[in-house]
């Protein structure tokens, strides 16, 4: 079955310094989403990307977080001064129009 | 009033129980039902998809949604160690991408 793959599994990365979180999609989707879980805390939406744009995005999604595709197969979240309290597990997930969405294993952030 | 509420547990049933979870939310707008399940340092699995109201059944798997109430409920039959997870509930609006998620329910079966 097709999935959601996500590199790397964890990242430690100091307060300040930008990462670049990599995801490749079900091949065939078109919609590819970034979520957040901190320890402890609900699955929480950050943006949503369709047709080379960003669709949504929540108030999470401030300025130094960007997305991009790349290529036709990767899809990246960049934060770009990274924030102690951006530590949390980052979930990629992507879908067909109109169908649920489907999630990768995350990447788990550590902002030392 | 949050968006989105669900027990955490943990729930604890010995194997071969039926089991209960449940969500209630207090949007209205929304139409798009789902279960996730989280095994420990996984991502969410998806489990059952229900557009509007009605039952849905997937094996030992039934999930019904009732609008009425804003209740939504997930039914697992003849329980398995195995699904020892947890058990995220989601809800997305029509005209938005975003899910918006229950706390999750952590969920025991004991052989």
């Known amino acids: 079955e097709p999935e959601v793959t996500q590199t790397p599994s964890h990242q430690v990365t100091q307060m300040g310094q930008e990462v670049i979180l990599r995801c490749v999609p079900i091949s065939n989707h078109l919609y590819f989403y970034w979520y957040r879980q901190i320890l402890g805390q609900k699955v929480e939406f950050l943006v949503s990307f369709y047709n080379n744009e960003i669709s949504e995005k929540s108030e999470i999604f401030d300025d130094q977080f960007s997305v991009e595709r790349p290529d036709g197969s990767n899809f990246t979240l960049k934060i770009r001064s990274t924030k102690l309290e951006d530590s949390a597990m980052y979930f990629c997930?992507?879908?067909?129009?109109?169908?649920?969405?489907?999630f990768g294993d995350g990447t788990r952030l550590s902002i030392l | 009033q949050k968006e989105v509420e669900q027990d955490p547990g943990p729930l604890s049933v010995p194997e071969g129980a039926i089991v209960s979870l449940n969500c209630t939310y207090s949007n209205s707008a929304f139409q798009y039902f789902m279960w996730y399940r989280q095994y420990s340092r996984k991502g969410p699995e998806l489990l059952m998809y229900t557009y509007s109201s009605g039952n849905k059944e997937d094996g030992r798997f039934t999930a019904q949604v009732d609008k009425s109430s804003k209740y939504i409920s997930l039914f697992i039959r003849d329980s398995q160690p195995s699904d020892s997870a947890t058990y995220l509930c989601a809800l997305r609006d029509t005209g938005f991408q975003k899910l918006v998620f229950g706390t999750g329910t952590r969920l025991l079966v004991s052989p």
């Open positions: 997930a992507s879908s067909a129009d109109d169908q649920p969405q489907h």
